[in-house]
Antibody, heavy 119, light 111 residues
Framework: QVQVQESGPGLVKPSETLSLTCTVSGGSISSYYWSWIRQPPGKGLEWIGYMYYSGSTNYNPSLKSRFTISVDTSKNQFSLKLSSVTVADTAVYYC?????????????WGQGTTVTVSS | QSALTQPRSVSGSPGQSVTISCTGTSSDVGGYNYVSWYQQHPGKAPKLMIYDVSKRPSGVPDRFSGSKSGNTASLTISGLQAEDEADYYCCSYAGSYTFEVFGTGTKVTVL
């Protein structure tokens, strides 16, 4: 059974770069779209972007281009980098797999990792 | 791209039915049959309940059903149970520029 697990620092200072990793276990990262989604405290879900296992990426155009998603197929991992963080980036960050035959249908989610931006 | 519009809250007694609406535009909900619904309990990750407007993943009770009319999608929970109390979010594909957009979320309360 495929599982995903986010990892990264829980606390980041303003203006620094946040780096998160999503590790896929129980299955291959290949042939799927993998997304990052975040949820600020007490608020709704926001899609950040996705990557295909081949390395192609797309991002939410509503967000400024501070996000970078990359893949390491040898480790069955993909990563998110967010530059110049502000307090508004404080959120639970989830990685999720998109259903193989649909769009926007995230069928496997990690438990989420809480990121706090504070000096 | 604005978030899809959902009612802030809906409620019902056990055994009753509740329906949650998700209103978008012709560029997202109305333009594609790629609407999904998620259930989120406090402190937990969202769970896929409906995809492609009305398909249920394996393991999701058939009390949950989805539909769409024009720019509005709906999730109906029939035979409401205590464990259905949670936040629910819709999500729609919005084309090859915007991609995915979530709804504002609805809190379902079982009275």
């Amino acid at each position: 059974q495929v599982q995903v697990q986010e990892s990264g620092p829980g606390l980041v200072k303003p203006s620094e770069t946040l780096s998160l990793t999503c590790t896929v276990s129980g299955g291959s990262i290949s042939s799927y779209y993998w997304s990052w989604i975040r949820q600020p405290p007490g608020k709704g879900l926001e899609w950040i972007g996705y990557m295909y296992y081949s390395g192609s990426t797309n991002y939410n155009p509503s967000l400024k281009s501070r996000f970078t998603i990359s893949v390491d197929t040898s480790k069955n991992q993909f990563s998110l980098k967010l530059s110049s963080v502000t307090v508004a980036d404080t959120a639970v960050y989830y990685c999720a797999r998109e259903h193989s035959s649909s769009r926007g249908a995230f069928d496997i989610w990690g438990q989420g990792t809480t990121v706090t931006v504070s000096s | 791209q604005s978030a899809l519009t959902q009612p802030r809250s809906v409620s019902g007694s056990p055994g009753q039915s509740v329906t949650i609406s998700c209103t978008g535009t012709s560029s997202d909900v109305g333009g594609y049959n790629y609407v999904s619904w998620y259930q989120q309990h406090p402190g937990k990750a969202p769970k896929l309940m409906i995809y492609d407007v009305s398909k249920r993943p394996s393991g999701v009770p058939d009390r949950f059903s989805g539909s769409k009319s024009g720019n509005t999608a709906s999730l109906t929970i029939s035979g409401l149970q205590a464990e259905d109390e949670a936040d629910y979010y819709c999500c729609s594909y919005a084309g090859s520029y915007t991609f995915e957009v979530f709804g504002t979320g609805t809190k379902v309360t079982v009275l």
